[in-house]
Each structure stands twice: as structure tokens, then as C-alpha cells.
């Protein structure tokens, strides 16, 4: 890599992004390679380097497309609206602005696609470059539909390139093929090596996380996560993207929500709401920001509650310092729409039958609704990684344990579902309010 260009793109970095890039993005930024890949730690700036990229080749690139490709169409949208701000940055005017593509005046167009799972949407297409965007969590079959938009490139444009970038995803698919691929020109970067992530806040996500989730999130070294409770087959299975949730809710014949709230350390409280369309749990969860006060979180979901004209019940986790909130909402609803959850306390289901930690029968009734397809999950990153995160265990006396490190979202879900176990056909049991 030409020094003398590197330093050129830093400098244009300050002038005209406000940014001090990083010599490593700079490179990234700079490279002509065919095929670049990025694997990074959390936070390392990998969004910025593919935003600035692709405004750095806005002069050289009259009449091509690029395109930024990601599993859905708000993560796809995260690096498009750098790109815009970078755009607006740098003095361009659009000829054509939609919130998937922009076009320059000279031709110059950027497009932001979701592959959703196969990829099938984008095989038409030909581009100049194409961004794979978290790349590891791609499918393979999504890689195969898109690389060949590069077929004609080299006839059309003179030159086509490959850039994929993402944290790793264990140690398969398409994404950890080409870092190790001898085609490749890689970077791999640690938030430990960032100078815009905090060291304190590393040393509190290290210890509370297994060495292979930190090492994987944070170095950007790929680990295959071990003792997994639900299969990312199965979870893949169960996402969906693209689901209109305002329809969801008109739709639905009944809503329940499941709250996980946040614990020490912790300023986010996870709230899922599960609605039942026809015969499946369409689930989504939001993150709110508490702030420190816990107790005010109840405001927020008597305020969601407020738009649902159908929902049925709160599920929370009531062991610790959610009693406090669990209470606020009982008084507010009742209790028969309030279940406050303790997953240390053990439940008995019936006389004569065995007792069993609730974790695990929370926890089994979310897998048993998934295998059976009762469960579409919303397309969102932090859904998934959460409940790959779940592991399992045995005591010493055999008791199953469930436990996680970043399953916030996870304890929600499972909280939400709560209600329909047992139901084979749980819509027969919430018919439609006359």
C-alpha cells in the first residue's frame, strides 16, 4: 500500500468528513484489491470505513452502481445513511433520493438492498462493487445469488471489487472462507485496539462474558460457541424480515409482552411483545434505555400497552430488583394481567409430578413453539446473536441450567410466550373481541 495515498485519504478524512481516519481504514478506503475483507471487534469502525469508501470513489465512478447489502433493510440502512451524511459532508447534491438509493450527477448510484436469506431479489442486478455488510451473518446461499452481480463488471466498468466486513460468526460460511482465502486482502481489528472504545467498559463486558463470546465480539477472532441451546438453524428458520408491525397489531388477535429488566451495570431494559396472527407468535423486541432509575420503565410500558388493543398479559421477571417494577405494574393492570417470573424459584405443575426450575420450562417452550413453527421472529441482529448466546448445562443433582451472557433479549422472548405453552393451536384459545 502506496504511504503517500493513505496519508492522502486521512488528510481528505479531516478536510472533508470531520473524521480522524484510522491508517487501517484509510487502507481499506485506498485498496484497489478485488477483494477486501474486514473482520473486526465490536465498535472498531468498519461502518465508517465502508461509508467513506464508497464516497471516496464518488469521482471515479460516473454511470456505476454499487450496492450495500445486508441481511435486512434496516441494518443495510445504517451504513446508506453514513453514506448520505458523508455525500452532504462533501458538498454532492443527489439527482435522485429515496432511502435505498442515491444518484449523483455524474451517474454516480448507491444502492442499499436486503438479501434476505437467499438472495433471490438481487440476482438481477449488476454492479461496480458490491459491500457485503456483517457478512457473517449471511447464508452461503445469499453469497452465491450476489457474487455473480460482479460477472459483467470487469466488461462494463473496467474493474469490479468485493468488499465484505463483519465480526465473526464461528468459524463456517462464506465470510470465514475468504478471510482465510489467499485472494484476499484482510484487516483484522480488536475494540481492544480502538482508541474509541472504552478500556472500563471492555473490563466489565470481559468479565461478565466466556472467553469465546468476548473473543469473538471484541477481538474479532472467530470461536465456535460451544453448548448452544437453540440451533442457529432453527433460529434462522424463524426470522423474518420486512414485517409491517403496525399490521401486526391490527391484525393480531391477541399481544402479550415479556419484560427482562436491566440488572446492575445495565442501563437497557428489554421489553418482547408476542403477536398472535392466525395460528404464529410474531415477536419483536424493543430496548429502552432506563437510565439508572428502574421504576421508570414502567411508565414506558403502560405506554406501549396503550397502543395495543388486544394484549393480554405482562410476563416479567419479578426475582431481585424487578420486584419493584413487577409490583408498580400489578397495581396499574392487576394481577391477573401481571405473571411476575423468579427464575431461582422452582414451580410445581401438578400433584405428584416433579417440580422443575422455570428457566429451563420457559426456555423448552420456546424451542417446542420454534420446532413447530409457531414462532416468526423480526429480523433483528441483536434477536438473533441473544438467543445464540443461550447455553446449557447439568448439575451435579441433574437439574438443567440455562444461562447466557447477553440474553436480555432471549429472557424477554421467552417471558412473552410464557402464556401460549402447552397450546398446540393457541389462536382457538383468543378468538377476536366481537
Not at 414506558?300 to 410476563?315: D, F, H, N, Q, S
Not at 410466550?417 to 389462536?427: A, D, E, I
Amino acid at each position: 500500500m502506496d504511504d503517500r495515498l493513505v496519508e492522502k485519504v486521512k488528510a481528505w478524512g479531516r478536510k472533508y468528513l470531520k473524521k480522524e481516519l484510522d491508517t487501517w481504514q484509510a487502507e481499506v478506503i485506498a485498496s484497489d484489491d478485488p477483494q477486501l475483507v474486514i473482520a473486526s471487534g465490536r465498535k472498531c469502525g468498519k461502518t465508517t470505513a465502508l461509508a467513506a469508501k464508497i464516497v471516496w470513489d464518488w469521482n471515479r465512478g460516473a454511470n456505476k452502481t454499487v450496492c450495500i447489502l445486508s441481511k435486512g433493510q434496516r441494518q443495510a440502512g445504517e451504513v446508506f445513511d453514513a453514506v448520505r451524511e458523508f455525500f452532504l459532508a462533501c458538498g454532492a447534491t443527489f439527482e435522485d433520493e429515496t432511502k435505498t438509493k442515491l444518484i449523483l450527477k455524474n451517474g454516480y448510484r448507491v444502492l442499499c438492498l436486503p438479501s434476505g436469506y437467499t438472495g433471490v431479489s438481487v440476482r438481477t442486478y449488476t454492479f461496480w462493487k458490491v459491500y457485503w455488510d456483517e457478512a457473517a451473518h449471511l447464508s452461503n446461499a445469499v453469497y452465491d445469488a450476489t457474487t455473480p452481480c460482479l460477472a459483467a463488471a470487469e466488461e462494463i466498468y473496467g474493474s469490479s471489487q468485493k468488499i465484505l466486513a463483519s465480526t465473526f460468526n464461528g468459524t463456517a460460511g462464506f465470510f470465514y472462507d475468504e478471510f482465510h482465502s489467499n485472494e484476499s486482502k484482510t484487516w483484522q481489528r480488536s475494540s481492544e485496539d480502538c482508541p474509541r472504545v472504552s478500556k472500563s467498559f471492555l473490563r466489565k463486558e470481559k468479565a461478565r462474558m466466556t472467553k469465546a463470546e468476548y473473543t469473538q465480539e471484541y477481538l474479532g477472532e472467530p470461536c465456535e460457541l460451544a453448548d448452544s441451546m437453540i440451533p442457529g438453524s432453527l433460529i434462522a428458520a424463524c426470522v423474518k424480515e420486512g414485517i409491517d408491525w403496525t399490521d401486526a397489531n391490527t391484525k393480531a388477535r391477541a399481544v402479550f409482552l415479556g419484560v427482562d429488566f436491566a440488572r446492575f451495570g445495565k442501563d437497557q431494559t428489554a421489553i418482547a411483545f408476542a403477536y398472535l396472527i392466525e395460528d404464529r407468535a410474531y415477536v419483536r423486541v424493543e430496548m429502552v434505555k432506563t437510565h439508572g432509575r428502574l421504576t421508570a420503565i414502567t411508565g414506558r410500558i403502560r405506554a406501549r400497552v396503550a397502543e395495543l388493543p388486544r394484549w393480554k398479559k405482562i410476563v416479567t421477571d419479578e426475582g431481585g430488583i424487578g420486584a419493584g417494577p413487577t409490583d408498580d405494574l400489578v397495581e396499574a393492570f392487576g394481577r391477573h394481567r401481571v405473571l411476575g417470573i423468579n427464575n431461582a424459584r422452582r414451580i410445581d405443575e401438578g400433584v405428584g409430578r416433579p417440580s422443575k426450575f422455570i428457566k429451563a420450562d420457559l426456555y423448552s417452550n420456546l424451542i417446542r413453539m420454534m420446532e413447530q413453527g409457531m414462532v416468526v421472529l423480526d429480523d433483528d441482529i441483536d434477536i438473533i446473536r441473544s438467543l445464540k448466546q443461550v447455553k446449557y448445562d447439568y448439575t451435579k443433582l441433574g437439574d438443567l441450567r440455562v444461562f447466557g451472557k447477553q440474553h436480555d433479549c432471549a429472557e424477554a422472548i421467552v417471558r412473552c410466550l410464557y402464556p401460549l405453552r402447552g397450546y398446540k393451536h393457541p389462536v382457538a384459545f383468543f378468538p377476536v373481541a366481537a
